[in-house]
């Protein structure tokens, strides 16, 4: 059998989020991470996008096992959707991200099923041909690895989300004596993450801010409520420190954040005070400046607590002029939008709003330049190949690996689907597999490939035009139109469709009939109006329906 080894980039090397990767090593699959990222504001009730599934359910009989960095959606919330479809392989992570996966199976009843174990920084574990090592490293979220995978030719080490915190909460530094250990014993090839690249010099300390945080609950003259990641588990901590040493009591909201706060405590990573917490129900019981309540909906998402309480729409909180509100958090790029129309809900309530801008009641997780540099050259790998990241990240990063004297022939920039061949030679890049991420709609999964997002975005944008004709010249044609004109033009419109569509039953042939009369109604919105909508034709007994495909034009 041939020695060679491949490394293939499923997903998370042209967006952020929706991580997976793959090494190929004796006909023998390891997926290291399964995530899901989400979309666009202007992409229209899709729940979430997920790698390609149809090449891994193709090689499914291949796949030894899956390997979790750790416990972020990006990197293991795709694992519910898809894991019976690859044949239920063994998962492999930490005790805080095997059970939020438990969780995440539970809730679509597939824990039953599921095969999950749990390692620590230090093990070294076979997963059928493959020798896989876990080290600890820093994060935003408990008990996150570096992984490295054992080959003929070095180690293949991928960093997993990784910052270097000297001083982190509840947990240890970032275990560099196992990455120097790696070092010394060869690595291949490192996958790196590009997640803060153009951030200059060293992320902060997740310590750094809590002398902040302590300064506004202690002044704060009625509730603080801090909204924040759900998985920010160690800066939860933190505030619940501060709020014991202030003798305030702290509620939770938000359904995420409970689960996280549920699984830290079972695994004893939280061992708060007796009569520390309170339930959010209770809240009114307090006085309001012995009360710190922390949310989810940083981001602005629709449902969470934090954006139900800007709306008026929260079962137990009633936001004052008097709370203190802080967005403990960045903003996502795709969440800028809903992040400001958050905070200018939260600002005409008269509360005082806080925000990464104002005061340094945030860090992020991920390593700055310097410290991107200092893992590069740490690991000292034959090659490196940047990934987590947008397409220009990774240019960047490969841009800041050269600076820190690497050369350039040993950086290998990716995309979805490309796949690295290493041999006793160097590197080989094959073939692209063709990968087609994957839309979760509602329960369902269904591909990119698929036109429902273009008849969505068609339909919001355009508007949806029926026509409903008969099967011979006697029979009434009905023209519906909707959310396509102002109402008050809606009637002349459709009677000056209709006198266009007149002709076309003098035609034999029902089937062209309806696709003549498809053709002529759009070019009598593009004619008429600059309109692309979404056009059905039905026949008037309901037997057939003809839906086109349309793909986006600009307006004329």
């Not at 992409?43 to 390997?67: Q, T």
């Not at 969505?456 to 011979?472: E, K, L, T």
Request: hydrophobic share 40%; proline share 4%.
């Amino acid at each position: 059998m041939s020695k060679d080894v491949r490394v293939i980039t499923l997903s998370g090397v042209t967006t952020i989020g929706r991580n997976s990767y793959v090494v190929e090593k004796d006909g023998k699959l390891l997926v290291i991470d399964y995530g899901i990222g989400f979309p666009d504001v202007g992409v229209f009730n899709i729940n979430g996008i997920l790698p390609d599934v149809s090449w891994l359910e193709h090689n499914r009989r291949k796949i030894a096992g899956i390997v979790i960095t750790h416990a972020h959606m990006d990197h293991v919330g795709g694992l519910p959707y898809v894991i019976d479809k690859l044949g239920n392989p063994p998962i492999y992570g930490s005790r805080f991200a095997i059970e939020f996966i438990k969780e995440k199976l539970r809730e679509v009843k597939k824990h039953k099923q599921a095969k999950l174990t749990k390692v620590h920084s230090g093990d070294i574990v076979n997963i059928g041909p493959f020798r896989v090592h876990f080290a600890h490293v820093t994060h935003s979220i408990p008990q996150c690895f570096a992984v490295a995978v054992d080959s003929p030719f070095g180690k293949i080490v991928y960093t997993g989300d990784f910052k270097f915190d000297a001083t982190p909460i509840n947990e240890p530094p970032s275990d560099t004596d196992i990455l120097e250990k790696w070092a010394l014993q060869g690595v291949l090839v490192s996958l790196l993450d590009s997640t803060n690249v153009y951030e200059a010099g060293y992320s902060k300390s997740e310590t750094s801010i809590i002398g902040v945080l302590e300064s506004i609950l202690a002044n704060a003259k009625g509730r603080v409520i801090i909204g924040m990641f759900s998985s920010l588990v160690s800066r939860l901590i933190g505030i619940m420190e501060i709020a014991k040493k202030l003798n305030k009591k702290v509620a939770f909201t938000g359904r995420s954040l409970e689960t996280n706060v549920k699984i830290a405590m079972r695994i004893g990573y939280l061992m708060p005070q007796k009569d520390l917490i309170i339930h959010v129900k209770d809240v009114d019981k307090y006085p309001d400046n012995q009360v710190v309540i922390i949310a989810t909906g940083s981001q602005g998402e629709h449902m969470a607590a934090l954006t139900r309480m800007a709306r008026g729409e929260h079962a137990y909180i009633k936001l004052k002029s008097t709370d203190t509100i802080i967005m403990s958090s960045s903003v996502i790029p795709t969440n800028v939008v809903p992040v400001q129309e958050l905070m200018d809900r939260l600002s005409r309530t008269g509360a005082t709003v806080i925000n990464s801008r104002l005061m340094d009641v945030h860090v992020s997780g991920h390593a700055y330049q310097e410290e991107l540099k200092q893992m590069a050259i740490l690991l000292n790998s034959k090659y490196y190949i940047p990934v987590h990241g947008y397409t220009s990240f990774l240019f960047q990063h490969r841009n800041l690996l050269m600076e820190a004297g690497i050369p350039s022939r040993k950086i290998l920039v990716p995309s979805e689907g490309s796949v690295y061949k290493f041999t006793s030679k160097g590197v080989v890049p094959e073939k692209k597999i063709r990968t087609h991420p994957v839309y979760v709609i509602g329960s369902e999964l269904v591909s990119t490939r698929d036109n429902i997002v273009t008849t969505r975005y068609n339909m919001a944008g355009f508007g949806h035009v029926v026509v409903v004709v008969g099967c011979s010249r006697s029979k009434k044609l009905e023209v519906v139109a909707k959310g396509v004109l102002p109402a008050h033009l809606v009637p002349e419109a459709t009677e000056k469709l209709k006198k266009t569509l007149s002709e076309v039953f003098y035609l034999k042939g029902k089937q062209d009939t309806k696709r003549l009369i498809y053709r002529k109604t759009g070019s009598f919105f593009r004619r008429e109006y600059g309109l692309t909508p979404e056009i059905t034709v039905v026949d008037c007994e309901g037997r057939k329906a003809l839906r086109k495909k349309r793909t986006f034009s600009k307006k004329v």
